[in-house]
C-alpha cells in the first residue's frame, strides 16, 4: 500500500471515529449529561428469557420459578419462557461458570455481558451502516442521533438498562435489521447475503414477526450479485450457465439459512408446548386479570377487534392527554403509546421520497415487507403497554425505513426536513425522559 493511500485510510478512519464520538456527546449533552453507556443491569432471576438461558446449563428448558409475562402449563405445574431464543443464549453465554443457586433466590448478575450485546452494538452498528448508506460522517452522525436519541429506541433503552425483558428484545433486533437493510441495499456486486442472514438472524430471534424480511432477502438472491456481466457474443453462453449456477447457490444459500433460523424456533415451541406452531404466549395470562388478559381471551391475541384502537395509537394520539388514570390527574402521556408520526416525524418524510427510493427493487421490496408487520401489529391484542408516551412496536420497521430514506433524505432541500425533524424528535424524547412518568413506566 502507498503512502498516499495509508494516509487516505487513516484520515478516513479519523473522521469516522469523530463522527462516532459526536453521536455520543450530542446524547449525552441532550440528555443532561445522565446518559450512561456503560451502567447496565441485568439480573437472571428477574429475566425470563436470561433465566432460560441459565436454566440449559441444568438440562432443563422449564424455569426454576414463575415470572411477569412467563408461560405457565397447568398440566405440568411448569413455567416457561415465551420469548425468542437470543436473550436465552446470551444467558447462557453470560452465565458459563456459575453452578447452581447457593440457596433459592440466588442468581448470577450479569454486568459485562449487557454491556457487550445490548448497549454498545447499537451505536456502533448503526454509525457503520448510516455512513455506509449515505456515504459521509456528518450526516451519518445526524441519522444515527436521530434514531438513537429520536424514535422510540430511546426510552426503551432506558427501560432496558433496568432489565426489561420486551426493550432488550427491541435492541438487539434494531442491530439485526440495520445490518439486514444495510446490505440488501447495497449495490448488487457489493452485496453480502451472508451478512444480510446474520442480521436476519438477530432479528428474528430476538422479535418474531420479523421473519417477514425473510423474503426481502429471497429477493435480493433472485436478483443477483453481479458476478460478472455479458462481454462478447462468444461468452454469452458461458456468462448464462456461470450466472445460472450463482443463482442457484444464491438461492440455496437463503431457503437453508432461513430453515436454519426458523427451525429453532419451532423445535422450542414443540419441546415446550407440544407443538411447532403454538408459541404459548397465551399461557402467560393464566390467572391473569389485566385488560391485556382479557382482551386475549376474548378475541385471542390477533383480531380486527383491536385495529381501531391500535391505529389511534399507533397514528393519532398526542403524546401528553389530561388523564386520571392511577388516581393522579392531570397532562401525562399515556401508557399505551402515542403517534409515531407526531414523535418521530421523520418517518413522513421518508414516505415522501416514494418516488425517488421506490425505483430500487430493494428498497422498495423492503418496504413492502413492512406492511404486513403494521398490519399484524394493528390486529395484535396490546398497544405495546406501558410505553408512556412513544410508541415501542414502531421499532419493528422504523431502522428498515431509515435505511430505505437516507439517501433521498440527506440531499438537496431535504436536509434542511431531515434536520427539522432530528432536533425536533430528539427535542421530544430529551424532554420524555425527565418525565418520571413515562420514563418510570
Not at 94 to 120: K, M, S, Y
Not at 121 to 144: C, E, H, K, M, S
Not at 188 to 202: D, K, N, S
Amino acid at each position: 500500500m502507498s503512502e498516499d493511500a495509508r494516509r487516505s485510510r487513516w484520515a478516513d478512519w479519523g473522521r469516522m471515529a469523530a463522527g462516532f464520538a459526536s453521536v455520543l456527546l450530542l446524547l449525552e449533552f441532550v440528555h443532561g449529561l445522565g446518559f450512561d453507556w456503560f451502567r447496565w443491569h441485568a439480573s437472571v432471576e428477574f429475566n425470563p428469557a436470561l433465566l432460560e438461558g441459565y436454566s440449559w446449563h441444568f438440562g432443563q428448558l422449564s424455569l426454576p420459578h414463575g415470572l411477569w409475562d412467563t408461560a405457565y402449563v397447568e398440566e405440568t405445574n411448569r413455567a416457561y419462557n415465551v420469548f425468542p431464543p437470543l436473550q436465552s443464549i446470551i444467558g447462557y453465554v453470560g452465565t458459563v461458570g456459575h453452578g447452581r443457586p447457593a440457596q433459592p433466590g440466588q442468581f448470577p448478575e450479569l454486568n459485562v455481558i449487557p454491556l457487550l450485546f445490548f448497549g454498545l452494538p447499537l451505536p456502533i452498528v448503526g454509525y457503520w451502516v448510516f455512513r455506509q448508506r449515505v456515504g459521509g460522517d456528518a450526516w451519518a452522525a445526524v441519522l444515527t442521533l436521530g434514531w438513537i436519541g429520536g424514535s422510540a429506541l430511546l426510552p426503551c433503552m432506558e427501560e432496558a438498562r433496568r432489565n426489561g425483558v420486551h426493550h432488550i428484545n427491541h435492541l438487539l433486533s434494531q442491530v439485526g435489521l440495520l445490518i439486514l437493510a444495510g446490505e440488501l441495499l447495497r449495490e448488487p456486486a457489493a452485496r453480502r447475503l451472508w451478512l444480510a442472514w446474520i442480521g436476519l438472524l438477530i432479528s428474528v430471534w430476538s422479535r418474531q414477526l420479523t421473519i417477514v424480511y425473510g423474503v426481502a432477502l429471497f429477493a435480493a438472491a433472485l436478483g443477483g450479485a453481479g458476478e460478472s456481466r455479458l462481454g462478447a457474443a462468444e461468452l454469452v453462453s458461458q456468462e448464462n450457465r456461470h450466472r445460472g449456477r450463482g443463482l442457484r447457490r444464491r438461492v440455496g444459500f437463503v431457503c437453508v439459512g432461513i430453515f436454519v433460523i426458523v427451525a429453532p424456533l419451532l423445535c422450542l415451541n414443540w419441546a415446550k408446548f407440544g407443538s411447532p406452531f403454538r408459541s404459548g404466549y397465551e399461557l402467560i395470562y393464566v390467572g391473569r386479570d389485566t385488560d391485556q388478559a382479557r382482551d386475549a381471551r376474548a378475541h385471542g391475541l390477533f383480531s380486527t377487534a383491536f385495529l381501531g384502537r391500535n391505529a389511534y395509537y399507533m397514528n393519532a394520539a398526542i403524546p401528553w392527554a389530561r388523564s386520571d388514570e392511577e388516581n393522579a390527574v392531570g397532562w401525562r402521556p399515556s401508557p399505551h403509546g402515542a403517534s409515531m408520526w407526531v414523535t418521530t416525524p421523520i418517518l413522513a418524510l421518508v414516505l415522501l421520497g416514494l418516488s425517488n427510493w421506490g425505483r430500487d427493487v430493494s428498497a422498495r421490496t423492503l418496504m413492502l415487507c413492512t406492511l404486513p408487520i403494521i398490519a399484524a401489529l394493528l390486529l395484535y391484542h396490546n398497544t405495546g403497554y406501558r410505553q408512556y408516551g412513544y410508541y415501542r412496536f414502531a421499532l419493528d420497521f422504523l431502522p428498515v425505513w431509515l435505511i430505505v430514506g437516507a439517501q433521498w433524505m440527506t440531499q438537496g432541500w431535504r436536509r434542511w426536513a431531515t434536520g427539522v425533524c432530528v432536533v425536533w424528535s430528539v427535542g421530544y424524547y430529551a424532554i420524555l425522559s425527565r418525565t418520571p412518568a413515562a420514563m418510570g413506566g
